[in-house]
């Protein structure tokens, strides 16, 4: 299985600490947010990794190389202006191939152990499947969460809401519409198939968050650095 860490966005709400540093390889608990999930894919033997970027890419290859050093083998999949997730993804699939792949948000901390989704995607091949996403409870700042989860399918709507994690699974034909280099947004391909019932998901209850301000970046430091 390959694996896709979306690296692009700018980080407005990071900045200044975005003004000269990809968000992606901002440091907690001595390490680059985007290291954390590499390494976490490698040990759950998922080792050809995807990355996209557009602000200050080249930072991005310079630091991470062809992934050697971490056991992984990265293909980059740059982009002169962020395309957006589903854009990105799609911009990505000639480095993606034909079947299901992962895909994880650049700037989120999670213990989620990736090796569940390898196994996850035998639905998405037999069942017709479209994607499956990981979903957490929702976090302080966003009480309203996202989508539902009822008996294993992710639905738009119900009493008990929950957070996306920007943790997903994906069949390349979620993203056969989006032309090549075109922006697009993730939710609306996303909704689509949950009413067509072809998105699955579960629930990830441990460590997860979104590390989307200076803030929330000294929280996650001081995490892990104490573990």
Sequence with gaps: MRAMILAAGRGER???LTDEMPKPLLVAGGRPLIVWHIEALVRAGIRDIVINHAHL????????GDGARFGARIAWSPEGEALETAGGIANALPLLGDEPFAVINGDIACDFDFA???RAADALREGGVLAHLVLVPNPP???QGDFALREGKVIERDAQMLTFSGIGLYAPALFANIPQGAKAKLAPLLRAAMGAGKVHGELHAGR????GTPERLAELDRLLSAL
């Design 208 to 211: 997860w968050m979104d590390v």
């Design 116 to 118: 569940r989704l390898p």
């Design 57 to 64: 890419g080249h930072r991005l290859e310079a630091a991470l």
């Design 141 to 143: 700042h966003h009480p």
């Design 14 to 16: 990071m900045r200044p």
